[in-house]
């Protein structure tokens, strides 16, 4: 009896030993070696701090931003990310920062966020998504890390999102926005809370391009998506939620088979979900999609598309409905106004990438546990780059293409990533925003509603935070 405690003790002891040098490895040792490193390398910034690294701190900062009223301006940076926005200005456009006990670099210096992205993901490859996003979106193109997989996913993407494919999607997108100006004409004149209304058009659009006449059906999954899946905390629901959307898309799937089978059709359909099928049947075993690759890419198309159309769409109304001159310019120009929204609100803050391995960046050698973290609404504020009215709206900065604007610095202006890994539904959201304000403005003229308050929120994408009110007037 008397041996078993002693070797209970030892084995007790071992194991708190064991627990000690992990922690005190981790959590002390690691960071403290990442900072002498980049210190030694002229890379400074906050000090690290146990357990929580930086993050206490910059949820203070948020916390504070956020409570604070906001002028109607549009230097945001402040405010959707005052702990960035702060340590810039400390200690320069590259500085540590620390993710709990994970270290950071973070770049704004366009040469190095250039080199970054354009590297081999064998160098700098995306972090590994968290267990929810997993969940959510399976082995998609937002999620995969294999870079021969990925390239699969993209190949099929970039077919989906551009040329003849692309085209066949434009008159779905007019259907979707005619039926919400239908809708908008008991509301000449009045008030109207419009980021819920491109809400339900986006996902009409994405329904719609990616079901065809399912999309009926496809809105459904949709709904489950996002007010179900999303919202739901309870992991045997979220389970029962998933199979449905799975069960659901295979029914369309069957029934598309079924009528190619009875020769009622002569395919499978080149809507999205039509040209996923296709390459489930294609000829060669290895280029054939898997039925969960179909589903996951479904949902990846709108929860993707549906975020970034929506806040896009938002931004521009309320660009025009301040500059309420530049709305007869737009019935004529589209393009410098989409791209001037796109730099003052990117969809994207910013991405993350992770160093594999001991990894030269510039003249920086970085360690292999390194994350690097690019901000792009530093770079799309940077006076440095865009001028002292970095701030303005001057959609005329694009009059000659974003070459010019950006002096041939493809870093500078990245609402949707960088090639040759940009984001492949950035053809189809241009062309959804396009053809949604082209159509709007042929019907009317807005204006800010007075209860409008300016309040950017940081989320997936920069949302209005009380909703976007505007007034409408019709043209005729």
């Known amino acids: 009896m008397g041996n078993l405690l002693i070797l209970f003790t030892a084995f007790l002891c071992i194991c708190l030993f064991v627990a000690l040098h992990y922690v005190l490895y981790e959590y002390l040792w690691v960071p403290h070696r990442v ?35 906001m002028a109607l301006t549009h230097d945001i940076f402040p405010r959707v990310m ?21 270290a950071q670099l973070v770049i704004t210096d366009p040469e190095l966020v250039k080199e970054v992205l354009k590297t081999s993901e064998k160098a700098f490859s995306k972090p590994k998504p968290s267990y929810f996003f997993k ?33 066949n999607m434009i008159p779905a997108m007019i259907a979707s926005v005619g039926t919400m100006l239908e809708k908008w004409k008991d509301k000449e004149g009045k008030e109207m809370e419009v980021f819920q209304e491109f809400r339900f058009l986006t996902s009409e659009m994405i329904s719609r391009t990616a079901f065809g006449s399912s999309y009926l059906e496809g809105e459904k999954i949709f709904d489950m998506l996002m007010n179900k899946f999303w919202k739901s905390a309870d ?3 979220s389970d029962k939620l998933e199979k449905t959307i799975h069960d659901s898309v295979m029914k369309i799937i069957k029934q598309r088979e079924e009528k190619v089978m009875t020769g009622e059709v002569d395919s499978c359909g080149h809507d999205f979900l039509g040209l996923l099928v296709n390459v489930y049947h294609d000829s060669d075993e290895k280029n054939r999609f898997l039925i969960q690759d179909i589903v996951d890419e479904c949902k990846t198309f709108y929860f993707a598309g549906q975020e970034t159309t929506n806040s896009l769409l938002a931004w521009i109304t309320l660009l025009l409905a301040i500059h309420t001159d530049w709305q007869d310019k737009a019935r004529a120009e589209v393009t410098m106004i989409v791209n001037e929204t796109l730099r003052l609100y990117p969809p994207l803050n910013g991405v993350v990438r992770k160093a594999v391995r001991d990894v030269q960046l510039g003249e920086l050698a970085l360690p292999n546990y ?21 701030h303005l709206f001057k959609p005329e900065r694009f009059a000659e293409g974003i070459a010019k604007a950006t002096n041939n610095n493809a870093a500078a202006f990245m609402p949707f990533g960088l090639e040759p890994r940009s984001c492949v539904g950035m053809s189809f959201a241009i062309t959804e925003t396009k053809i949604a304000l082209s159509m709007i403005l042929q019907r009317y003229t807005f204006t800010l509603s007075p209860t409008y308050v300016h309040a950017p929120l940081p989320n997936l994408s920069l949302k209005p935070q009380h909703g976007l009110h505007l007034l409408f007037h019709s043209l005729h």
């Open 370 to 390: 390194l994350d690097l973290n690019i901000r792009f609404i530093a770079l799309h504020h940077d006076p440095a780059v865009w001028g002292d009215d970095v």
């Open 35 to 69: 900072q002498f490193i980049m210190n030694s390398q002229g890379i400074r910034g906050p000090p690290y701090e146990f357990i929580h690294g930086n993050n206490k701190e910059a949820l203070q900062m948020r916390k504070e931003a956020s409570s604070k009223p």
């Open 235 to 237: 992991e045997i629901e």
């Open 82 to 102: 005052p702990h960035d926005y702060s340590c810039i200005k400390k200690y320069g456009k590259n500085y540590l920062s620390w993710n709990g006990v994970r």
């Open 135 to 167: 969940k959510l979106l399976g082995d998609s193109i937002s999620t995969i890390k294999s870079e021969k997989w990925g390239a699969r996913h993209r190949k099929l993407a970039n077919h989906a999102f551009h040329g003849e494919s692309l085209k």
